[in-house]
């Protein structure tokens, strides 16, 4: 299974790096684990709308062209479904079943995700109700996809 993270900028602090970095190594025992950033659009301090709107657009753009063809591609914002562990875990035993040799998770901006990028995808899921900084975030969600192969190989991490 190859599991791909693809998102908007890049992760500033070495701690957010090295995290990520543990998690990556820890899902090599599990899965091809990648991920792809592509460039956040620079905006000033106080945007209007149509420039946020520019912003998630030309984000959506690039996510789009690094989503791997076929791949089955999860969106996650804010009004996606509220999942569990075990249900991230479901996710990915079932893409797998379903032929799906690739999952790409996809994060947006600090305004969030296009629609275009949302209706590519076949699901959308939300982190929690509460807003996290999108670094903590990608931290999160590669400590959630190891735990979700962990869950799947009949591992100890998750209890």
């Not at 890049?10 to 592509?38: I, Q």
């Not at 079943?97 to 600090?110: D, R, W």
């Amino acid at each position: 299974m190859n599991i791909q993270i693809i998102c908007v900028g890049g992760l500033k602090e070495a701690y957010w790096r090295d995290a990520c970095a543990e998690y990556a190594k820890r899902l090599s025992a599990y899965c091809t684990f990648s991920v792809t950033e592509v460039a956040e659009t620079k905006m000033g301090k106080s945007p209007s709308a149509a420039e946020i709107a520019r912003t998630i657009e030309s984000e959506g753009e690039r996510i789009l062209q690094k989503l791997p063809k076929g791949a089955y591609a999860v969106a996650l914002c804010i009004e996606g479904k509220l999942i569990s562990s075990e249900d991230l875990a479901g996710i990915i035993s079932d893409a797998g079943l379903n032929g799906k040799s690739t999952i790409a998770l996809l994060i947006g901006g600090s305004h969030g995700l296009s629609e275009a990028v949302k209706q590519r995808a076949q699901l959308r899921i939300s982190m929690g109700r509460m807003t996290f900084p999108h670094q903590l975030a990608r931290v999160m969600l590669c400590e959630q996809l190891y735990r979700a192969c962990s869950i799947n190989g009949g591992g100890q991490y998750h209890k």
